[in-house]
């Protein structure tokens, strides 16, 4: 059982390059989000979805796109990445809506922007 | 808006002894859930225990349990018997509300265990 699996685990761009971050699970979950960590700054949402085909802007979502095709795929893109941007993402997912639920993390990807 | 404060950015520890770390939030809501996570070098982040706010009693879980302060807005954990497994960044996380499990997470302290 795979649970959250991120792809790809690390990559180096250069600014104004574009790419896309895929994050899979493989537990029926309904919900799916994107966070960002920086040191000194913990975790922080840049966008969630409550299910299929449904996308929200969390704390920090400027400068990044989100899709959700599929029940189990959320895309967090880049469309002309910034240095600022350089940090490493977590995807997680639960299942209920509920705020105690318990997120399940990938393992994150590490992302340079020079 | 909802924040939560880890003011211990580093934190050491002997081996088979007992560490606090501390963690504060602030909120206007009365329904809530707080959480410690733990996050190891792997990266992979690995939930210690949570702690529900209308539940008065202090969750446990094995040689980790929590003091929960709410009129104080306080949620610290207590890692008892410490291993050198347990060296890693500590993240306390707090959510609300009834779309998801959105959190909202400390800076993180960095506990370090000496054998």
């Known amino acids: 059982n795979a649970g959250v699996t991120q792809t790809p685990k690390f990559r180096v761009l250069k600014t104004g390059q574009s790419m896309t971050l895929l994050c899979a699970q493989d537990?029926?979950?309904?919900?799916m989000y994107w966070y960002r960590q920086d040191p000194g700054m913990g975790l922080r949402l840049i966008h969630y979805s409550v299910g299929e085909g449904t996308t929200a802007k969390g704390e920090v979502p400027d400068g990044y796109n989100v899709s959700r095709l599929k029940k189990q795929n959320f895309l967090l893109g880049l469309e002309s990445a910034a240095p600022s941007q350089t940090s490493v993402y977590f995807c997680?997912?639960?299942?209920?809506?509920?705020?105690?639920?318990?997120?399940?993390f990938g393992q994150g990807t590490r992302l340079t922007v020079v | 808006a909802q924040t939560v404060t880890q003011s211990q950015p580093e934190m050491s520890v002997q081996e088979a002894e007992t560490v606090t770390l501390s963690c504060t939030y602030d909120t206007s809501e009365s329904d809530y859930y707080l959480f410690w996570y733990k996050q190891p070098p792997s990266r992979q982040m690995i939930l210690v225990i949570r702690?529900?706010?209308?539940?008065?009693q202090n969750a446990t879980e094995n040689r980790f349990s929590v003091n929960f302060q709410k009129a104080a807005k306080s949620f610290s954990l207590k890692i008892s018997d410490s291993q050198l497994g347990d060296a890693a960044m500590y993240f306390c996380?707090?959510?609300?509300?009834?779309?998801?499990?959105?959190?909202?997470f400390g800076a993180g302290t960095i506990l370090r265990v000496k054998s």
């Open positions: 997680a997912s639960s299942y209920w809506a509920s705020p105690n639920t318990e997120a399940f």
């Open positions: 996380a707090y959510s609300w509300g009834e779309y998801g499990n959105k959190l909202v």
């Open positions: 537990m029926n979950h309904e919900y």
């Open positions: 702690q529900e706010a209308y539940k008065q």
